[in-house]
């Protein structure tokens, strides 16, 4: 599944360049938990967590119906 997630990733990572921003795939775990490193713009950015939910891990979740929750990690 963590290719799976890799290559989904690549779909939303060109939104979050735009925008001085981007994310790292850090660990997918066998119950569907996917967990993502953002950087740059961000990992500081006050909307990042509305990005990560609205944006990321329903695109993930699309892609991949394992995929159960994105949650950010510190790194």
Same mark, same amino acid.
């Given at each position: 599944?963590?290719e799976? /997630?890799?290559i989904?990733?690549?779909t /939303?990572? $060109?939104?979050?360049q735009?925008?001085? !921003?981007? /994310?790292?795939?850090v660990n997918v775990?066998?119950d569907g938990i996917?967990e993502?490193?953002?950087? !740059? %713009?961000? %990992?500081?950015?006050p909307?990042?967590?509305?990005?990560l939910? %609205?944006?990321?891990?329903?695109?993930?979740?699309?892609?991949i $119906?394992? /995929?159960?929750?994105?949650? %950010?990690?510190?790194g």
């Amino acid at each position: 599944m963590r290719e799976k /997630v890799r290559i989904a990733l690549e779909t /939303v990572r $060109p939104f979050l360049q735009q925008d001085g !921003g981007d /994310v790292e795939l850090v660990n997918v775990t066998d119950d569907g938990i996917v967990e993502l490193k953002l950087t !740059g %713009a961000c %990992a500081t950015c006050p909307m990042s967590i509305m990005t990560l939910r %609205a944006g990321i891990e329903r695109a993930l979740m699309r892609e991949i $119906p394992d /995929v159960r929750r994105v949650e %950010a990690v510190a790194g």
